[in-house]
């Protein structure tokens, strides 16, 4: 009996195309849209960055000094950069304001003069820091050439360098990427999950319980000699089946987006996606997934069955989304860590957890935890559907 | 055979519906100790005004309400005791029924099968006897949100009948559909009485209900105020006519209160 009605909604629903658009499009086009709009833009401003010809205004007396010299040695591959000159007494930020330089340098007099009696000069640079990467060009500029002439320096005192260098520092990052990864964006897939498993029960639980009510359809449906726990279970497998396709979907756009359309071209980070990706992972989600689907399915219910307008749902609903929402950017704050106590709060735990099944760091116990709770608040969340669906008021109007 | 004993429901009101009442009261007594019974092979109608109790009723009899008091038997069966037997042994129908939109007639009929459990081969031979007889082949494979009113009431008859029911219950059947698409279900009420099953249904017009029942009630207020055989009620006929007579029993009640 459970499986017939759970047949026929579930035909019902994947003709309802607004139901399948939350459950199945969506999702899948979420991440390749948002991927790849994001990935062109950011190439393509890099590549607008890096072939921009930039005005550098150079303001000076003696065109000829050696500074200006060396900026014109720096080969036109790292950086392709036009140069204009100015008197110094010139205003270098009236220049800058007005655009008609990205980078101003002013070089003092007598600065050849300085650099051959050993004498530190100063050089000013102006730029807006609005201006993206001007500071950046400007830097990269004054180090190669600071570094060319102490080197000359470092010649003429006959020194040796390396005599001057006390010590050099390696830094090792012993974390792998796969860690890093679940450290940095394993907050994002628990998220992605708890969004879209929820907007995928949404539709349908509305549809199921507060439609048929509307279409007045229900009353038919309750003189059929099939207990009501039934019927609500048959129902309550389709919503479920609606959030934890939602919440698939989204993933197999996420990995469609990185695999086939290579938004993401760091092949570290493709290799401990791939690595992620491993059936273990994906069962241990889908784990995770599942008790909580039916957590959301069971706190939508009751509120659909007492519902009398697809409206009033909701309006009702839309709050408890955010109920939701919060406790999910939890995963993005740093610091807060799956514990024996953080793993007793809904919704937070799974966050947690999945954030490090992604760093592959998830102990059996808090795994274990995990689900047990969740599990529990899930069955709590049906009673009350169970308890809702059988009350009279609820169920004629 | 339907058999109502000392039937009341009250209905606990929530705070929303106090307000609307504009009272006080927490409960709101729709039925109060009624006892009729229905045959097998007779058409019993329940005659009363809006508001008298009718769906309430016959809600409590197809086990959508649970009685408060009293007991309903369906058959034999018990509603609180046996709900699904009993319920396996009911058609329903309202005047306000609705249809899944997505749905076709074919998927509907066979859903409804399912529910009620009806064996593969007695499926088989009742859907083609039904759709014959309400002339639904046409439109079998359509969608529901494609069809006519007049099509959907058929459908909704199909439903009704599909796992052959003993005892058939309508709720103001025809009330909102024209005078040919009402035909078909003055046709079927007559149908079902020729094969025995037994029908009750309700009405707030008498003229329907002279021209289809075998037993009367009148209810009015949650309370019966009137239960014999039509002729026994032309018998004792004090007015001009049948309507007249109907409203005069409701309105010696509504006296006898004020009193
Ligand atoms: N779900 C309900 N909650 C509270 N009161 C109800 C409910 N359903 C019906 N009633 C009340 O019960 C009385 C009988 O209603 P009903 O059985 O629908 O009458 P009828 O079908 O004869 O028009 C009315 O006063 C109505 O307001
Ligand atoms: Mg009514």
Redesign the interface.
Known sequence: ?IF??FK?EL??TL??RRTLIAMIVIPVLVFPLILGISTSVSTSFEDKQQNEVFKVALLTDDPGNEFVRELMSIPYSLGPKELEFHPLQEDASQLILTDSAQIAIAIPPNFDQDQANLISSNITVYFKETNLGAKQRAEFFAQHIESVLRNKRYDALDLNPTKLIPFTINYTNLSSTKEMLGKYVGGFIPYLFIIFGFIGCLYPAIDLFTGEKE???L?????????RWKILVGKMFVVVLSGISAASFAMIGLFLSLEVFEFIDNPKILEAVNSILSLKFISLLFLLLIPLTVFFAGIMIPITISAKSFKEAQSILTPVNFMIILPAMVGFIPGIELTYTTALIPIVNIVLASKELVADTLGIDLLFLTFLVMTAFAVLSVVLSHKRFGR??N??S | MIEVNQLSKI??L?KKQRKENNSNEKTSTAVNNISFTCQPGRVFSLLGPNGAGKTTTL?TI?????PTSGSVKVNGFDTVIA???A??N?G?L?G????????TPN?IIA??G????VEKIAFETRKEYLFKLLDMHDFSNKRIGRLSTGMRQKVSIA?TMIHDPQVVIFDEPTSGLDVITAENIIQLINNCRKQGKTVLFSSHIMSEVDLLCDDLAIIHKGEILFNATMDEFRNQMQSKNLTAEFIRIVQNQTKTELA
Request: hydrophobic share 30%; charged share 35%.
């Open positions: 009996m017939t009605i026929k035909k019902d003709r309802d279409r007045k359809t009353e038919t449906l309750l003189t059929a000699p099939v207990p009279e008021s169920i004629i | 209905f606990e929530t809600r197809a086990n959508i309400l649970q709900p699904e037997q319920r396996k009911i329903f309202t306000s029924t609705g249809l899944y939109e997505r749905l998927e859903y409804f399912e529910l009620y459990g439903r």
